[in-house]
């Protein structure tokens, strides 16, 4: 279950057990957002947009979870080696986000 | 096939696309006239309405318009299964013999460009949306791209699915784009969301859609209907592991989506399989969804597309004729109206009154699927 929720989704239970997830993973799909989403909810300009990736990351056997992708978006394949790392919104709240592992090849 | 209780007897639509200066309700009101005049029944003889818009308004209130007659008249909010929830309640209400006519509607009017949510509407923390993952057309890139990945299915097929929606568009007068573009025209448009380029994808739009139905037992009393029965109408939403819009994460076992399970209790309740129908209407939000939502509901198997679309299986004098008005591709997608228009195509269809773009062979049976956030299914089976 990702983001933390107080009750499981499956059975409704409230004992929520947090786990630390692996920072790193492989893509297991993604696509590229080529306009600037509506605004709001997005929080950014229109003016300064640039595509962005955005895949779902599988973090080992346990969970794939949504993210923007770093880097790149015409090199992004489904398989890659992808790490976590710190993304700023405009506001300079720190988020997530998954960025390529430039040291190793994937299949 | 068990016995029909239900009966389509009146079918009527606002024309999709942009119309200045008419309102949602306004489109909606029109098309219930429309579907009167057609059952050859007044306003006042409706007992129980049903009916919704996405972002256009309160249907009860076209009663305005219509008649306050002081019938019951409930109002339905429900994503994109708004018309087919509808269809639904009235449905189970004339089932259940608590009233003999019902009229259902959806309509809406959305501005241009990709929808505008809130995350808190949706059970969503806030950060999803700021960091620009609120956008729908970003889960349909996603899923096709895996679809694609796991089924060897080519980006030419997603061209050959809005080819043949802009082919019947343009033999559909109430379509919104009725021009028909190569599928080379269409692999080659700007990139949206990847692999869907912009004549793939759907567009919000605007629209209105009415049906009249009986109680079975109530046909006597309008011996002009030409009644088309509905069968089946089944609404499902989502389980834990399932791959849905707006979902922040997925499990590592997907859980079947809700197509699959409101398609398979439709054609359950209907007492007729998958393999008996001659004209379905899926959910094609854009290219990959009609490829996927046919195996989903059982129309075709995983990864069979590329030859069907190969062979020209659903096309109007196909095998399988699927999305013959153009589907959301050619209409555009008022949300509320979208699901009901599915069902207009199909009675008029089941009818042979079809025109232009008539099924040949006078087709039996009929399919129709919506699909939407936040995992969201609804099918309904007809039949003559």
Same mark, same amino acid.
């Given at each position: 279950?990702?983001?933390?929720?107080?009750?499981?989704?499956?059975?409704?239970?409230?004992?929520? !057990?947090?786990?630390?997830?692996?920072?790193?993973?492989?893509?297991?799909?993604?696509?590229?957002?080529?306009? @600037?989403?509506?605004?709001?909810?997005?929080?950014?300009?229109?003016?300064?947009?640039?595509?962005?990736?955005?895949?779902?990351?599988?973090?080992?056997?346990?969970?794939?979870?949504?993210?923007? #992708?770093?880097?790149?978006?015409?090199? #992004?394949?489904?398989?890659? =080696?992808?790490?976590?790392?710190? *993304?700023?919104?405009?506001d300079g709240e720190p988020t997530y986000a998954f960025?390529?592992?430039?040291?190793? +090849?994937?299949? | 096939?068990?016995?029909?209780?239900?009966?389509?007897?009146?079918?009527?639509? %606002? @024309?999709?696309?942009? %119309? &200045?200066?008419?309102?949602?309700?306004?489109?909606?009101? %029109?098309? $219930?006239? #429309?579907?009167?005049?057609?059952?050859?029944?007044?306003?006042?003889?409706?007992?129980? /309405?049903?009916?919704?818009?996405?972002?256009?308004?309160?249907?009860?209130?076209? =009663?305005?318009?219509?008649?306050?007659?002081?019938?019951?008249?409930?109002?339905?909010?429900?994503?994109?299964?708004?018309?087919?929830?509808?269809?639904?309640? =009235?449905?189970?209400?004339?089932?259940?013999?608590?009233?003999? $006519?019902?009229? =259902?509607?959806?309509?809406?009017?959305?501005?241009?460009?990709?929808?505008?949510?809130?995350?808190?509407?949706?059970?969503?923390?806030?950060?999803?949306? +700021?960091?620009?993952?609120? !956008?729908?057309?970003?889960?349909?890139?996603?899923?096709?791209?895996?679809?694609?990945?796991?089924?060897?299915?080519?980006?030419?097929?997603?061209a050959k699915v809005a080819n043949k929606a802009f082919?019947?568009?343009?033999?559909?007068?109430?379509?919104?784009?009725?021009?028909?573009?190569?599928?080379?025209?269409?692999?080659?448009?700007?990139m949206v969301s990847d692999p869907l380029t912009q004549?793939?994808?759907?567009?919000?739009? &605007?629209?209105?859609?009415? #049906?009249?139905?009986?109680?079975?037992?109530?046909?006597?009393?309008?011996?002009?209907?030409?009644?088309?029965?509905?069968?089946?109408?089944?609404?499902?939403?989502?389980?834990?592991?399932?791959?849905?819009?707006?979902?922040?994460? *997925?499990?590592?076992?997907?859980?079947?989506?809700?197509?699959?399970?409101?398609?398979?209790?439709?054609?359950?309740?209907?007492? $007729?399989?998958?393999?008996?129908?001659?004209? /379905?209407?899926?959910?094609?939000?854009?290219?990959?969804?009609?490829?996927?939502? *046919?195996?989903?509901?059982?129309?075709?198997?995983?990864?069979?597309?590329?030859?069907?679309?190969?062979?020209? /299986? +659903?096309?109007?004098?196909?095998?399988?004729?699927?999305?013959?008005?153009?589907?959301?591709?050619?209409?555009?997608? @008022?949300?509320?109206?979208?699901?009901?228009?599915?069902?207009?195509?199909?009675?008029?269809?089941?009818?042979?009154?079809?025109?232009?773009?008539?099924?040949?062979?006078?087709?039996? +049976?009929?399919?129709?699927?919506?699909?939407?956030?936040?995992?969201?299914?609804?099918?309904? $089976?007809?039949?003559?």
């Amino acid at each position: 279950m990702f983001p933390l929720r107080m009750r499981c989704t499956a059975c409704a239970g409230s004992e929520v !057990v947090r786990r630390l997830l692996p920072s790193r993973g492989t893509l297991w799909t993604y696509t590229v957002q080529r306009f @600037p989403p509506p605004s709001p909810p997005y929080r950014g300009s229109s003016e300064t947009f640039t595509p962005f990736g955005v895949g779902y990351v599988e973090l080992d056997d346990i969970v794939r979870v949504e993210s923007r #992708l770093i880097g790149d978006p015409e090199t #992004l394949r489904i398989g890659m =080696v992808l790490e976590l790392v710190p *993304l700023l919104d405009v506001d300079g709240e720190p988020t997530y986000a998954f960025a390529p592992v430039h040291e190793e +090849t994937s299949k | 096939m068990s016995d029909p209780a239900v009966a389509i007897v009146g079918i009527g639509l %606002h @024309p999709f696309g942009r %119309h &200045e200066g008419v309102s949602g309700l306004e489109m909606g009101a %029109h098309a $219930v006239r #429309l579907a009167l005049e057609d059952a050859g029944l007044r306003w006042s003889d409706v007992e129980f /309405a049903a009916g919704g818009s996405s972002s256009s308004g309160n249907a009860d209130t076209m =009663v305005a318009d219509l008649g306050a007659t002081g019938l019951a008249f409930l109002n339905v909010h429900n994503g994109c299964a708004t018309g087919g929830s509808a269809l639904v309640s =009235v449905y189970n209400a004339l089932r259940s013999g608590a009233c003999d $006519v019902g009229v =259902v509607v959806g309509f809406d009017k959305h501005p241009r460009g990709a929808f505008a949510e809130r995350p808190e509407d949706w059970s969503l923390p806030a950060w999803y949306g +700021t960091a620009g993952l609120m !956008v729908t057309t970003q889960f349909f890139g996603m899923k096709i791209q895996r679809y694609m990945h796991d089924h060897g299915i080519e980006p030419a097929t997603l061209a050959k699915v809005a080819n043949k929606a802009f082919r019947n568009g343009e033999k559909n007068e109430n379509a919104w784009r009725r021009q028909p573009l190569s599928e080379d025209e269409i692999l080659n448009a700007r990139m949206v969301s990847d692999p869907l380029t912009q004549y793939m994808l759907c567009s919000p739009g &605007e629209g209105g859609a009415a #049906l009249v139905l009986c109680r079975s037992e109530y046909l006597r009393r309008i011996p002009q209907a030409r009644p088309i029965y509905l069968r089946s109408a089944v609404l499902q939403t989502r389980q834990p592991q399932s791959f849905d819009v707006y979902s922040p994460a *997925l499990g590592m076992e997907l859980s079947p989506s809700p197509s699959v399970a409101a398609a398979q209790m439709a054609f359950e309740r209907a007492g $007729v399989a998958p393999s008996e129908i001659d004209i /379905a209407q899926v959910q094609d939000t854009e290219s990959g969804a009609e490829l996927i939502h *046919l195996a989903e509901c059982g129309l075709c198997e995983h990864g069979e597309q590329a030859g069907l679309y190969g062979r020209g /299986a +659903t096309e109007i004098a196909g095998d399988l004729p699927v999305n013959t008005d153009g589907g959301c591709i050619a209409n555009g997608e @008022p949300i509320g109206a979208s699901g009901l228009r599915q069902v207009y195509e199909t009675v008029l269809q089941l009818r042979g009154e079809a025109g232009d773009r008539q099924v040949p062979n006078e087709p039996k +049976t009929g399919f129709t699927h919506v699909y939407g956030a936040p995992g969201v299914s609804a099918c309904t $089976v007809l039949s003559r």
